[in-house]
Structures are given as structure tokens and as C-alpha cells.
């Protein structure tokens, strides 16, 4: 019998993740305020330099291991031996992340040679050839009732964040059902999923009909397409959808809801995904589960 191979070994880099500064206010009064950490982390691969991410700097290690995921760079996370951080490795100030994996990497230079610039905050990246996995992908046959989308916004809407204190970052989570699996937050919404693909990989969560993704920022083609690939076939969020967000969430039939906040929400597309009880939204009580 032939063991599985261990999950990689993680160091644990947090860094802080606010900065206080002095400001001077509208009324000439000077004040003492939080602002978000944004710092530099560069990713090399078997020695490789692959990308530099600007990141909050949080959960470096899993920003990493879900960095590669979604990249597509490695298809199981035993692939990886190691991810090490270390915050004063690089030049300027800038941290490196250094992976090291059991058994390389194939055509690694050719894979990543074709990058696209995304929308993303802190310019997010995708390497050109992941449109062509779009047709591979296949999500849970799921229904969201309007009583857990509500119950989805109202937990985000309770959670504390960075974003209440200091602003200027995405926040991203994960939901089964109405219960919230895991809520991150960066200086991008790019770096927050690739973060909540990476913790649900080295915590063993795979996405079924009642995984929900929510996100604070755009629904733009590079979240649709992270989150199909993550397997979850529902996606909120409290701003809108880009036209390629739209295009591609519609040809792999995943539901996105934007423009979620208190009761107001508007469905873009997969709407049979949604059931409605439009009496919740004149603030009737009542509960229902996934279908």
C-alpha cells in the first residue's frame, strides 16, 4: 500500500496587517488613523521567479498554494513540498515567497510565458491558456433560496474586518450554506480567492451544491472564472459584473448575484439557480434551505 504523500509544509509569515499614520481632518484636527499594510511578495518556483503579488500580507503561504492552484500551475496540493516566506528576503522591502515542489514543475517557462494584466487591485495576472479549460468545467446542480442569500449578507455584514477599521481592502469568504467556512481579506479580491483556494486545499474542502463565494469587489472575468474552478456555483457580491464576467459566468451556467446589500440584490445570470420569496424583501421572517 502506497502512503499519500504529506501536505507541504507552511511557514506561518504573518505580517501585520494595518500601518497608524497622522492625518489631518476637515475640521484642521489632527488625528491618529489605521491604513492597510499593502507590501510586495515574490513568488519563485523550484528557484523560478513567477510573479510578484502586492498583498496584505495575512496568510502569505495560502495567498501562495492558492496562487498555483488557480494558476493551474500544480493540480494537487501534495504536488507542493514547501512554501517558505520570508518578509525581509527582498530588495526595497519587498518579501519572497520560495516553493518548493516534489517533483518540479513540466514546461514551466512555457506555461507561464503568456500573462494577462487583469482588472484586479494591485494588477492581478492570469496566464493566457487558462480560457482554454472553460468547457472542462463542471459545477454542482445548486438552488439559493432568498433566505440564505440574506443570511449570507447579514454574516458578512457581522463579521469584523480590517476593512472597518482601516478600508482600502477586498474582503472574500467562503459559505456552506448560511455557515461562513472562511472570510479573507487583501489589498485585492484576486489575492483574497486565491487565499480561500488555498485554505481549501490544505483543509481538505471540496465545493458541493451548497458552497457559496462572496466578494466585496467586482464580479470580473477573472472571479468568475476562479470561482468555477474552485467548483462553486454560486457567487455574490456586494458590487457588480464586468461584460466578461457576465459572458463567462453565462456559458458555464454559475450564478452571480451582485449589487447585494441589506434586501437589494439583483440576479446577472443562471437565474433558475435562484428561488425567490419576494415577500422576504418587505422584511418577512422566513427560512428555507438549498433545494
Not at 67 to 80: A, G, I, M, P, S
Not at 128 to 154: C, F, H, K, S
Request: hydrophobic share 40%; glycine share 8%.
Amino acid at each position: 500500500m502506497t502512503l499519500a504523500s504529506p501536505l507541504p509544509h507552511l511557514t506561518q509569515a504573518k505580517a501585520s496587517l494595518t500601518r497608524q499614520i497622522e492625518v489631518l481632518n476637515e475640521h484642521g484636527v489632527r488625528e491618529v488613523v489605521s491604513i492597510p499594510a499593502e507590501r510586495a511578495l515574490t513568488v519563485y518556483v523550484d528557484n523560478r521567479e513567477i510573479v510578484t503579488l502586492m498583498t496584505l500580507g495575512a496568510y502569505p503561504e495560502l495567498l501562495v498554494l492558492g496562487y498555483l492552484r488557480n494558476q493551474r500551475l500544480v493540480n494537487h496540493v501534495n504536488e507542493v513540498d514547501s512554501i517558505t516566506v520570508d518578509w525581509d528576503a527582498g530588495e526595497d522591502g519587498a518579501g519572497a515567497a520560495a516553493v518548493k515542489t516534489r517533483h518540479g514543475i513540466a514546461d514551466i517557462q512555457a506555461r507561464t510565458q503568456k500573462r494577462v494584466v487583469t482588472t484586479g487591485c494591485g494588477q492581478g495576472s492570469v496566464f493566457g491558456d487558462l480560457m482554454e479549460e472553460i468547457d472542462t468545467l463542471t459545477l454542482p446542480d445548486a438552488r439559493i433560496t432568498q433566505a440564505r442569500l440574506y443570511a449570507v449578507i447579514n454574516g458578512i455584514r457581522l463579521q469584523e474586518s480590517t476593512y472597518k477599521s482601516a478600508g482600502s481592502v477586498h474582503g472574500c469568504a467562503l459559505f456552506a450554506g448560511e455557515t461562513m467556512q472562511v472570510f479573507v481579506e487583501d489589498v485585492g479580491r484576486h489575492n483574497a480567492i486565491d487565499t480561500i483556494a488555498g485554505w481549501m486545499w490544505m483543509h481538505g474542502v471540496a465545493s458541493d451544491a451548497a458552497s457559496i463565494f462572496y466578494t466585496t469587489g467586482r464580479l470580473t472575468s477573472e472571479m468568475v472564472m476562479k470561482s468555477a474552478q474552485m467548483g462553486v456555483p454560486v457567487v455574490v457580491s456586494r458590487s457588480g459584473i464586468t461584460q466578461m464576467g457576465y459572458d463567462l459566468a453565462q456559458r458555464l451556467q454559475l450564478c452571480t448575484i451582485g449589487r447585494a446589500t441589506n434586501k437589494h440584490f439583483l440576479c446577472y445570470t443562471a437565474h433558475e439557480r435562484l428561488v425567490l420569496d419576494p415577500a422576504l424583501a418587505q422584511g418577512g421572517v422566513h427560512r428555507q434551505a438549498f433545494l
